[in-house]
């Protein structure tokens, strides 16, 4: 963009576009982050997509939070909670893995280990296992997002009956980026979600969600005429960066990361694999990274045990996987 002298407006979007999805300003991103979601124009009258395809219109009735806790149910009596991995040791024989809870320790040995903890948290644990000099720099270096959401009420959607609009703004403005959380739900009410990243969505913290919401009504009101005066008393925020178990939204590639240590975030070594969005190649940043890097671990282990054969998972189609 700047060999080309992109400047103006359009370079205003596309740094904001990325700066939202990706999670950290521009200058702080690798540039192969612009080549890994950029998609370019297919046909005449299509419409630019900075970020290529997202669809917020899919939500979980009572919450992400569901997949696993239903996934669990599955597992009675062999999920353990509420206790926190501080340090990991042995090797091609069996690992040992330090937990803490409250204020007892305790130990547990494995043969075969996946760690699916953002690397932000696994570089808190004394790693005290032979790993390749890429995947202590992964472990240690690869930069997070620092996303946060502003869930907005509002009594109607003058968005929609007003404007016909679905929410979905990209711009300079305070909010960053909008879209509307309540398509397809019955009823006046709706809300709408900003998005933020880099140093708004740093600075949106829970303690500045009341300043921020009446900064971010008044500029989307400038957007869609008739938002503040429909404002409600409903807004939750979430904040990433502060959030104690992840520090962080998702993975986001530092200037070098690429060159240094990409595609050693996925490997295994030894006994030892390695799950989460951080890991997955088709779709880092997403739930979907998530599920699809689980899958991929799980087969390693079952190819380590002589259950299975090595087989690449099945994905699904990106459309359908691009949901914050």
């Known amino acids: 963009l700047d060999a080309a002298e992109v400047a103006g407006w359009f370079r205003s979007v596309v740094n904001v576009a990325f700066t939202t999805e990706l999670g950290l300003e521009c200058d702080a991103q690798s540039a192969f982050n612009l080549l890994y979601l950029y998609e370019p124009l297919l046909a005449e009258g299509e419409h630019y997509k900075p970020v ?39 090797g091609e024989g069996a690992y040992t893995l330090t937990f803490r809870r409250g204020e007892s320790r305790f130990d547990v040995t494995a043969s075969h280990l996946v760690l699916a903890m953002p690397f932000t948290k696994l570089r808190e644990v004394d790693l005290r296992v032979e790993l390749p000099e890429a995947k202590r720099r992964a472990i240690a270096e690869l930069t997070y997002g620092t996303n946060a959401k502003l869930m907005m009420g ?92 992840t520090k962080g939204s ?15 975030e996925a490997e295994s070594v030894g006994r030892l694999f390695f799950a989460g969005e951080h890991t997955s190649d088709e779709f880092q940043g997403f739930m979907e990274g998530a599920a699809e890097s689980g899958v991929r671990a799980a087969n390693e282990v079952a190819v380590a045990l002589g259950l299975a054969e090595i087989e690449r998972p099945r994905v699904v189609d990106e459309g359908c996987a691009a949901a914050e």
């Open 250 to 264: 998702y993975a986001c590639f530092g200037p070098g990361q690429f060159a240094a240590f990409h595609g050693a």
């Open 52 to 90: 290529g395809d997202s669809d917020e219109r899919f939500h979980v009735h009572g919450g992400n939070d569901l997949v696993p806790t239903r996934l669990a149910q599955g597992l009675d009596g062999q999920i353990e909670l509420g206790a926190r991995l501080e340090a990991l040791s042995g």
């Open 154 to 245: 509002f009594a109607s959607r003058p968005w929609r009956t007003a404007h016909d609009s679905n929410g979905v703004v990209v711009s300079d403005l305070p909010f960053q980026t909008s879209w509307e959380g309540s398509r397809l739900q019955p009823g006046d009410a709706g809300f709408l979600v900003a998005f933020t990243g880099g140093r708004v969505g740093e600075g949106l913290t829970r303690e500045r969600s009341g300043e921020a919401l009446q900064s971010f009504v008044s500029a989307l009101d400038g957007v869609f005429p008739g938002v503040a005066e429909a404002r409600d008393e409903h807004h939750a925020t979430f904040h990433w960066p502060g959030f104690a178990w």
